[in-house]
């Protein structure tokens, strides 16, 4: 029997996990990491940090798994996206901190740059995105202009560039693999989203040298080998993704119309438009969801920046909870008729409105609010903000004149997913059928799919899609008037926030 190694890199830890051949998890390590908040609004890692918590992981649930690594066929590898590492090439040193995804410290520059004539729209034809802070390229920028001698360095060819895929297939294979994934390579801002290549007019736009990017690959490719001082033998890297798209494929949503709403720190829902590339009309962002054996298949896809994190924030920030499970029977105990509604834009508002300058509000407090009510409204201001993006897409799927082939049901994952209260809420607020799978760890799913599919172990989508197990499915309780009327509220409160930034 052979055995897949995915590593989960995530924005809050990193996770290594064994499954077999059946693609069933066998073993499992995790290991948190740490975060740096130098400044409001800035989010770092130690690109360090990221790579000795992989190794470590890897090695963890291979020595649980008590496996010979001979045996192990391939290795997956799925990452937090748009993450922005730049190291040396002959020392393998980062010349910074990781920017990660969730930094907004360039919101101004975004400004400026969306002030300058035909550049957003550039942008937005060639990448299928929007400038704004949350993707690499503007990152790429800033760590260039304020790291001294990082710009001649790089225009010099001493430095690559890379999301966190790259910066981990370059450990992994002792420097002697510079690649990416077309997934990953889109979330840049400096992909051009129909030639599948790098764009060199917005390279040259943002003064970033095409010397320092990563060769593109399919998700399911030769990323070369893991150095045999690591697992004791050389291990083949078969697959790479970022995130969300490696979430889709392990939620099997490989056909036109399917959707997926993954719940970590944020949420991400993708609508799968197959050959279709649709350009949004709702501030939507283009992406590709998968490009496997050459060929690509897009999605539109809506981001959130705080899901599960508003589950931390009661945590650690409010410290009204001591453990994330603690939510749900706490929010269970809240006074429903005081319909408190919290808008948990901490660092910004993401689609469908990037205001990455709005902040957080809460409203509707009494003096009987309190600790239930408000983790109720942590909880349900997730399932708002799904409705924002669901909304939102499939407007631009129905203006493009397809025609959704699997309904409106919601397939969910991550670790939020397991929040009965917050998906019975989410399928209320949408009105639709909200599908929990068996295997809520559908990221590193996803990643060891890719692999197995690349080794000849796991069958191709059509087989895996078959194999898809659902766990549970959340049907609507709510009336539709008592949801017209909820989500009206919500829209109230998100004009008074945008206003009030």
């Known amino acids: 029997m052979g055995y897949i190694l995915a590593v989960d890199q995530g924005t809050t830890s990193s996770r290594a996990i064994i499954f077999d051949e059946m693609l069933t998890p066998v073993a499992s390590a995790q290991e948190e990491i740490p975060q740096h908040f130098p400044e409001s609004g800035w989010v770092e890692h130690d690109p360090q940090d990221l790579w000795s918590s992989v190794a470590a992981t890897s090695r963890a649930a291979i020595e649980k798994a008590q496996l010979d690594p001979a045996r192990i066929v391939g290795i997956g590898i799925t990452n937090q996206r748009e993450t922005t ?66 710009q001649a360095r790089a225009e010099a060819g001493e430095l690559a560039f890379g999301t966190v895929d790259s910066w981990l297939i370059w450990k992994m294979t002792g420097g002697r693999v510079h690649a990416t994934d077309a997934t990953n390579a889109c979330r840049t801002m400096l992909y051009d989203i129909t030639t599948g290549d790098w764009s060199p007019e917005i390279c040259a736009a943002l003064g970033i040298p095409m010397s320092m990017l990563p060769e593109i690959r399919d998700c399911a490719d030769d990323f070369g080998e893991a150095r045999a001082d690591l697992f004791g033998r050389p291990i083949p890297i078969l697959g790479v993704a970022g995130d969300q798209q490696a979430a ?63 589950v931390q924030w009661l945590r650690d920030g409010l410290q009204i909870i001591r453990d994330a499970r603690e939510s749900e029977p706490l929010a269970r105990q809240a006074d429903l008729a005081q319909g408190v509604v919290l808008v948990p834009a901490f660092t910004g508002l993401g689609a469908p409105y990037w205001q990455a300058e709005s902040r957080g509000a809460m409203f509707g407090l009494t003096r009987s609010t309190g600790k239930a009510e408000i983790a109720r409204a942590a909880l349900e201001s997730v399932g708002y903000q799904t409705r924002d993006l669901v909304e939102a897409m499939q407007a631009d799927w129905e203006g493009s004149g397809a025609v959704a082939r699997h309904g409106t049901t919601l397939r969910v994952d991550g670790g939020m997913a397991a929040n009965d209260l917050a998906m019975q809420f989410l399928s209320d607020i949408l009105g639709a059928r909200v599908d929990r799978p068996k295997v809520l760890e559908t990221t590193a799913l996803g990643a060891a799919w890719l692999a197995g599919y690349r080794s000849g172990l796991c069958p191709d989508p059509e087989g895996f899609a078959a194999s898809w197990a659902l766990e549970r499915e959340f049907s609507p309780q709510m009336e539709g008037e008592e949801r017209a009327r909820r989500y009206s509220r919500w829209k109230s409160a998100v004009s008074a926030v945008t206003q009030f930034s």
């Open 85 to 150: 590492v730049v190291w040396d090439r002959k020392t393998g040193q980062p010349v910074a901190r990781a920017i990660v995804w969730q930094d907004r410290r360039t919101a101004s520059l975004c400004a400026k740059l969306r002030q300058e004539p035909g550049f957003s729209e550039m942008v937005a034809e060639t990448t299928g995105l929007l400038v704004d802070p949350y993707f690499s390229g503007t990152k790429l920028k800033w760590i260039l202009e304020n790291t001294e001698g990082a």
């Open 248 to 310: 889709a494929m392990g939620q099997a949503c490989f056909q036109p119309g399917m959707m997926k709403s993954t719940y970590g720190t944020g949420c991400f829902a993708l609508l799968n438009t197959g050959d279709q590339l649709v350009r949004s009309q709702h501030r939507m962002l283009t992406t590709v969801a998968s490009r496997l054996d050459g060929k690509v298949s897009y999605a539109l896809e809506g981001s959130i920046f705080i899901a599960g994190a508003v």
